[in-house]
């Protein structure tokens, strides 16, 4: 499968997912499962979880209850995530914050709740559809210091410096570019700005051959980076201070993870 064919199966894969959605209020992971023919949801055809085991490692579960009432319900349900970065970002009030791959706003919300009317919070999406959820959910929310930009993550529509903090929730590994997304994290931060990203990361005996028996590209698993491989590329992007956490185990030997980096000041 050629790069541009990965990218328009994310695209329609998770346009279904909020067109469903949004029609029926259902989970997005409920969803996707369905898509799968009851497969594995979230994280594609070869059933690296499913059923119960699968809303424990993806998704809103991951979000404590107190948070999920700072949102739209459907905020909620649309979450496909594999951690809380906005918990990773320590985020603080007055600062900026972008999120990559926002999907249907919940992580964009929250942030825009933790930085206060005095900072901001941007979300990039390439999906029209899933735009419309996350815009949708924000006008429920009242949210005004929120913006939702249609754009790729190899290509972020913001300037140089814009923002304070990256977050992403499970949209990294979906990248059929992952250097040029690290490059753009980097030229978006200000200086002394920093990275608090949730992913899929495999561990670094696992070849690129092993990540795909485990799952589809499109199900967040095939293309994931190595722990070390993550490390390597944000190095080569100008990063310091890296850190890569393992979480909880998604697949075998592959793992949800915390990502944290800092672009020197």
């Not at 709740?113 to 419309?132: H, K, N, Q």
């Amino acid at each position: 499968m050629s790069d541009s064919d990965v990218v328009e199966r994310v695209r329609e894969r998770y346009a279904a997912a909020a067109r469903a959605a949004m029609g029926t209020g259902r989970r997005t992971l409920d969803v996707l499962d369905d898509l799968d023919g009851g497969g594995s949801g979230c994280c594609g055809g070869a059933g690296c979880c499913s059923g119960t085991a699968e809303t424990e490692v993806f998704g809103s579960a991951l979000y404590d209850a107190e948070q999920a009432t700072q949102v739209p319900e459907l905020g909620v349900t649309a979450s496909l995530g594999c951690g809380n970065p906005t918990a990773v970002a320590d985020l603080n009030p007055g600062e900026r914050v972008l999120d990559l791959g926002s999907g249907g706003g919940l992580d964009v919300l929250l942030s825009a709740r933790r930085v206060g009317p005095d900072g901001f919070a941007y979300g990039v999406d390439m999906t029209d559809e899933m735009l419309a959820l996350a815009r949708e959910n924000a006008a429920k929310a009242g949210a005004t210091n929120v913006e939702f930009l249609k754009g790729r993550i190899e290509q972020v529509p913001l300037p140089e410096g814009a923002v304070d903090v990256v977050i992403s929730n499970c949209v990294i590994n979906l990248s059929v570019d992952k250097p040029k997304v690290l490059a753009e994290m980097f030229r978006v931060l200000s200086p002394g700005g920093r990275v608090g990203v949730s992913d899929v990361v495999a561990e670094d005996h696992l070849s690129v051959a092993d990540r795909t028996e485990r799952g589809s590209h499109v199900g967040c698993v095939a293309g994931a980076l190595s722990r070390q491989e993550y490390i390597e590329g944000l190095t080569a992007a100008g990063f310091t201070g890296i850190e890569v956490r393992f979480t909880h185990e998604v697949a075998p030997q592959m793992h949800g993870a915390v990502i944290r980096a800092v672009k020197p000041a």
